[in-house]
């Protein structure tokens, strides 16, 4: 139970330092659209299981993959979600790929969602990138506002 609590903390904690220089907040947004493939039903029709497949577009030009589970709870609005993926592209000219974490929480209709860069899961030129995202519904489209940090 230490460790999860220990990865909470690191996936909370500010921007990083990196050789003691501070790196600066970056942003970076653009549009994706995702594809969304139910897997095996269960024996509990309220849990499920999706594989994700996501293009980003913008200043994040890139391709995703990964899996999300769900649970519903009783009562209309009320479930909430889990889910990874790997994202590999391009990001301010830099290439690489990085892992996000997703938590999304419906209460009684009331949306809470929090999409973490998981802790040293960058590659390439995007190797020690920290930071989260934001999805942004609008307009029937899906958008993204990502706020990251990179070492100097």
């Known amino acids: 139970m230490r460790w999860r609590a220990a990865l909470l903390v ?5 921007a990083a330092h990196s050789g003691g220089a501070t ?10 659209e995702v594809k969304i493939t139910p897997q095996s039903p269960t024996t ?15 200043d994040l030009e890139a391709h995703a993959t990964g899996t999300m589970l769900t649970a519903m709870g009783t009562g209309q609005g009320n479930g909430v979600y889990v889910a990874v993926e790997r994202v ?7 290439t690489g790929s990085f892992a996000l974490a997703h938590k999304g929480v419906m209460d009684h209709g009331a949306q ?3 999409i973490t860069i998981v802790p040293e899961s960058g590659t ?3 190797a020690g990138i920290t930071g989260s995202l934001n999805i942004i519904i609008k307009d029937g489209g899906h958008f ?6 990179l070492p100097q």
């Open 10 to 14: 690191a996936a909370a904690l500010p």
């Open 23 to 32: 790196t600066m907040t970056q942003h970076a947004k653009g549009s994706f």
């Open 44 to 58: 509990d029709p309220t849990l499920g299981r999706m594989d994700l497949d996501k293009t980003y577009h913008g």
């Open 88 to 94: 590999t592209g391009t990001l301010a000219g830099k």
């Open 112 to 114: 809470s969602l929090k």
């Open 124 to 126: 390439g030129a995007l």
């Open 144 to 149: 993204y506002a990502l706020d990251y940090t």
